[in-house]
């Protein structure tokens, strides 16, 4: 596990909000494939500067947008393994909490634990999982 940095000039919160709708402006409604890269990976470097101090090392940056890729890929098997699931939302619930699980399992490939919780806005011995009473995946 990589030391972690100290960690400062972290974006504040309004600044982070003002960074998003920076990142938003001028997107078209319909963006290209590049154009949504762009932007998530834009989302990621902004928490990252808001959670972990803009001098978060470029090489852990990198590492942790290959870990989102890997991410996203397991996120649209998902959505897609839903259409043929769709009326078992038991089993997607479930499918949803072992991607939180995957999600932070990946994530601290590349963070120290501290990092870990911060980044995930989870408080001490919290494990990742979906918000109480949220119900997206109920259609």
């Not at 890929?73 to 939302?89: D, T």
Request: hydrophobic content about 35%; glycine content about 6%.
């Amino acid at each position: 596990m990589p030391q972690t940095p100290e960690l400062s000039g972290r974006l504040t919160q309004e600044e982070y909000e003002k960074g998003i709708i920076e990142l938003y402006r001028g997107v078209p409604p319909m963006p290209t494939p590049d154009q949504e890269r762009a932007l998530r990976r834009g989302e990621l470097e902004l928490s990252i500067d808001y959670r972990l101090g803009r001098n978060f090392p470029p090489d852990r940056r990198a590492a942790l947008w290959e870990v989102q890729q890997r991410i996203e890929k397991r996120r649209l098997r998902l959505a897609l393994g839903h259409l043929w699931r769709r009326f078992f939302s038991m089993l997607l619930q479930r499918d949803a909490g072992a991607m939180a699980a995957f999600a932070a399992d990946e994530y601290s490939k590349v963070l120290s634990e501290p990092e870990l919780r911060r980044f995930l806005d989870l408080n001490e011995g919290e494990q990742p999982a979906l918000p109480a009473g949220v119900d997206h995946f109920r259609r």
